[in-house]
């Protein structure tokens, strides 16, 4: 499994700084590894509409796929000593971090934070590269087409669920505020497009972790001079599902 088959099935990829070189000739096993967790990964419709707090369930999953292969979350320190004497000590909590005998890889997945979180990320690597703790930074994120799509796909789950009111909602765990509420004027038939719409402003917007606000910063140099890989999640890996009955 390679980065080329990610990209036929749609997947976002992109290497900076040599970075696929670095990863093809230092870390072919774990390239591999990822390439294969990501071509398995799958989201459900469903997913994306329900409510609650916490990690979403597919992050959830896409960790657990990691994690049992040695892609394990770790606090990176970073010691400065001066005659013996520490002067200084930063701590870098990275998600996910692949050891092998050449070196260290960096890995998080920013599924629906605020598009900050990438200057966070991108920043941390650069420092741990800089002092020899990682050889490669990597980001998962939206992809492109999904991002562009989810509009569609919440619409279209709605549908198959029924919805027409706000009161269908509450089987997705989903309860709109009253600001939220009021920016949705239509009933009926019209309901739902103009719901879809809204809610994916409100939870996936612009401002949120996706493919471009990802290439914004790689445009604008932040990361520099690390190796990085930057992967999105299609449209392809959403798959319609039911709500379990009651």
Avoid at 24 to 42: A, H, K
């Amino acid at each position: 499994m390679s980065l080329s088959d990610l990209e036929r099935v749609g997947f976002d990829v992109q290497t900076v700084n040599h970075a696929l070189a670095v990863l093809t000739t230092d870390f072919p096993e774990p390239l591999e590894e990822l390439c294969g967790v990501l071509m398995d990964f799958r989201v459900t419709d469903v997913e994306l509409i329900k409510g609650g707090g916490g990690e979403a369930e597919s992050t959830q999953r896409l960790r657990r796929s990691l994690t049992e292969r040695q892609w394990i979350k770790r606090n990176i320190v970073i010691r400065k000593t001066v005659d013996d004497i520490e002067r200084a000590a930063i701590s870098h909590e990275i998600d996910h971090v692949r050891r092998s005998h050449e070196g260290a890889i960096a890995l998080e997945i920013e599924w629906n934070n605020k598009d900050p979180f990438f200057d966070r990320d991108l920043e941390n690597f650069q420092r741990l590269h800089s002092e020899g703790a990682i050889s490669v930074g990597i980001i998962v994120t939206r992809g492109e087409s999904l991002q562009g799509s989810m509009v569609q796909i919440v619409a279209d789950c709605a549908v198959n669920h029924a919805v027409r009111s706000f009161d269908d909602l509450e089987q997705f765990n989903v309860n709109p505020t009253a600001r939220q509420r009021g920016m949705v004027r239509t009933e009926g038939d019209g309901f739902v497009a103009d719901w879809a719409r809204r809610f994916v402003q409100d939870k996936f917007g612009s401002a949120t972790t996706h493919w471009n606000k990802l290439r914004e910063r790689i445009e604008r140099g932040v990361g520099n001079p690390c190796p990085l890989l930057l992967i999105g999640i299609p449209a392809t890996s959403v798959y319609q599902d039911r709500l379990p009955q009651a």
